[in-house]
């Protein structure tokens, strides 16, 4: 298998939000059934990928010291997933510089997983087609296979079903600016599933939440009013910091927010980028200096 002939490739892995998440319920393969309306933003992590000349050897490097570098890091598994995939097995340095926050319900770890079948696809001169790279990313998580697809789009079933937006809806997202903020809290997905699993009641009614996201396609619903995420009610009940500072930023600054994915991130809509100022404030006030706090636009044109 041929490859091209600049071989050292440097790809954008972008975070993601989810502006609605619902958990309609759990499946009979012990998955959970959701639908969601997720995007990338203008921020995240660089995957540099070189090809070495020894075959089969993996050097991966990362620039956050606490991201595991061995056979646990989706990175090191997505290589392995293509080279099952393609026969493909020349060796590759890769280094990530990582900058979106772990266990942060912003994708980074599936991004990056995604990146990377991108990069080997490319440097092998493209032996997959998207259908075949969004196979292989679906082995690696729910989440990966929307990575490949550098635009807003919905997620339907555990997260492998994916509807492509009309450009008219699309773009009406593309350069919203939003304020992301992190505590140094990480939330486990599997605890926020489980939790879920035990409250029934809490699943969304997957009726209700389609006929929600086709008033917003149609122009009926706006997108502030479209906002939900069936994991704030388990977060919130755990983290009572969450929706005491919700209630803040909603009464002080009259802002809309939303948690991102199983948290701990979360996000909140600039209609007026000079609100970034006063929320920042807030936000310190109740997290402390030390949160991450960080604002960019949705789209992922870097």
Known sequence: MRVKTNSTMRLFSPAKVNLLLAVTGKRDDGFHDLVSLVTPVEFGDFLEVAVSGDAGS???????????????????QAVE???????????????????????????????NAATTLLALNELAEKPLEMEALSELAATLGSDCPLFLHRAPLIMRGRGEQIEHLPAEVSGSLEGQAIAVFKPSIGISTPWAYGVLAGHPSYYADSVAVENRLESWRKGELSLKDLLHNSFERPVFEKFVAFPTLFDRIRSELGLHLLMSGSGASCFCLLPD??????????????????????????????
Do not use: Y
């Open 58 to 76: 993996i050097q991966f490097t990362c620039s956050e010291s606490s991201v595991p570098l061995g056979a646990d890091n989706l990175v090191v």
């Open 273 to 302: 980028m000079a609100m970034q100022e006063p929320l920042e404030v807030i936000v310190k006030d109740a997290f402390s200096d030390s949160v991450f706090f960080k604002v960019c636009r949705l789209g992922a044109n870097v």
């Open 81 to 111: 997933a293509f080279r099952r995939g393609t026969g493909w097995d020349l060796g590759l340095n890769i280094h990530l510089e990582k900058h979106i926050p772990m266990e942060a319900g912003l994708g980074g770890g599936s991004s």
